[in-house]
């Protein structure tokens, strides 16, 4: 595995503005070496022919121009050493004049190394991973098998209870609006037909709401709110007329 380099993150600034941001930045990331794939590469080279090759041999497998670069220790302008110097001072192979040769314990030195780098727990971690995605691709049309608490459902059944009392409540708040709403426009439809005919027949009155979109059983109502008083008239063989009240019609 590639070399993790280090991080240090800063807490940054509030977006559209140069006010830094009062949370704690996130804790600093140390840098982690390990071998990586080119090094890798030359001791799998190396490996495979035999334990040693010299340096030109070594150059021509890995396609590099000269036997130097594997070698040097001063610093190259991309920042790094020459590829050979990190395994020999790891211990997992010697230079010996134009002799590359592996050491004896070079598998145990290689796999210390790895286990320092983390790449044993980052690799366990990446199958593991890799594993999880894979059995839930394969699964995702299964049911899933898995069965709710009996705390999880006691938890669904008061929130479906509570749920529908407040849709109960809000349904009657809404009623009792609309009822009350109501209820003023038949009482200023009762007071403007008794205003312009002195009396009518309350079977009428209810029937002309009916035809103006109302409800008919809120003209008693609106008659009482009033104070109106309903009289039987002989002459109309006693049908209920509503008259004003005695202090007339406000």
Request: hydrophobic share 40%; charged share 35%; net charge positive.
């Amino acid at each position: 595995m590639w070399s993790s380099p280090g991080s240090k993150p800063k807490r940054g600034t509030v977006r559209d503005t140069r006010k830094v941001r009062a949370s704690k930045a996130p804790a600093a990331r140390p840098a982690v070496a390990r071998i990586g794939k080119r090094r890798g590469a030359v001791v799998d080279t190396v490996e495979a022919a035999g334990g040693s090759c010299t340096l030109s041999e070594l150059c021509g497998i890995l396609h590099m121009k000269r036997s130097r670069d594997l070698v040097r220790r001063k610093k190259t302008p991309k920042g790094r050493s020459g590829l050979l110097v990190w395994l020999q001072e790891a211990g997992i192979l010697t230079v010996e004049g134009d002799l590359v040769v592996l050491a004896e314990n070079w598998r145990d030195r290689l796999e210390e190394v790895r286990e320092a780098g983390g790449e044993l727990e980052a690799d366990e971690l990446a199958l593991r991973r890799y594993r999880d995605r894979s059995r839930a691709y394969h699964r995702r049309r299964d049911k899933p098998v898995s069965k709710p608490s009996a705390a999880g459902l006691d938890a669904i059944k008061r929130s479906h209870v509570q749920r529908k009392a407040g849709l109960a409540a809000i349904k009657e708040r809404a009623a009792a609006a609309a009822k009350s709403e109501e209820l003023r426009k038949a009482e200023a439809f009762v007071r403007d037909r008794l205003r312009e005919l002195g009396r009518i027949r309350l079977a009428l009155l209810q029937d002309i709401w009916h035809d103006e979109g109302g409800d008919p059983w809120t003209i008693p109502q609106a008659i009482e709110a009033l104070g109106c008083r309903v009289d039987k008239l002989p002459e109309f063989e006693n049908r209920r007329f509503v008259f004003p009240p005695l202090g007339g019609v406000a």
